[in-house]
């Protein structure tokens, strides 16, 4: 069965930096795109930014552009996130998420992804 697994959190000064790492199992990973959301107490889910199924497209929020770098492994079920110059604002759980369609473009709707990861925790201290 399909199987996303995040790890890399932790707790940061703000300027810090971490790197995430998503872990799949259980499906052809090269023919399906990856997201990252994140989600702060009492807020919902957001986009943060996802990878296409070659591995080359990206897409970021507006919120992460610049700071944020989404990358594949060259083993193909890997996905990172590397989060520069963090901020408070970005403390949150931190999902995985797959593509639910195959050899298709970037989405950033949460309903254009299908399968979800346990979450891991950010907090970024001020």
């Known amino acids: 069965q399909v199987q996303l697994v995040e790890s890399g959190g932790g707790l940061v000064q703000a300027g810090g930096s971490l790197r995430l790492s998503c872990a799949a199992s259980?499906?052809?990973?090269?023919?399906?795109?990856r997201g990252w959301f994140r989600q702060a107490p009492g807020k919902e889910r957001e986009f943060v930014a996802a990878?296409?199924?070659?591995?080359?497209?990206?897409i970021y929020a507006d919120s992460v552009k610049g700071r944020f770098t989404i990358s594949r492994g060259d083993a193909k079920n890997m996905v990172y996130l590397q989060m520069n110059s963090l901020k408070p604002e970005d403390t949150a759980v931190y999902y995985c998420?797959?593509?639910?369609?195959?050899?298709?473009?970037?989405?950033?709707?949460?309903?254009?992804?299908?399968?979800w990861g346990q979450g891991t925790q950010v907090t970024v201290s001020s």
């Open positions: 998420a797959k593509d639910r369609r195959t050899f298709s473009g970037l989405t950033t709707a949460i309903q254009g992804f299908d399968y």
């Open positions: 259980g499906y052809t990973f090269s023919n399906y795109g």
């Open positions: 990878i296409g199924w070659r591995g080359a497209a990206t």
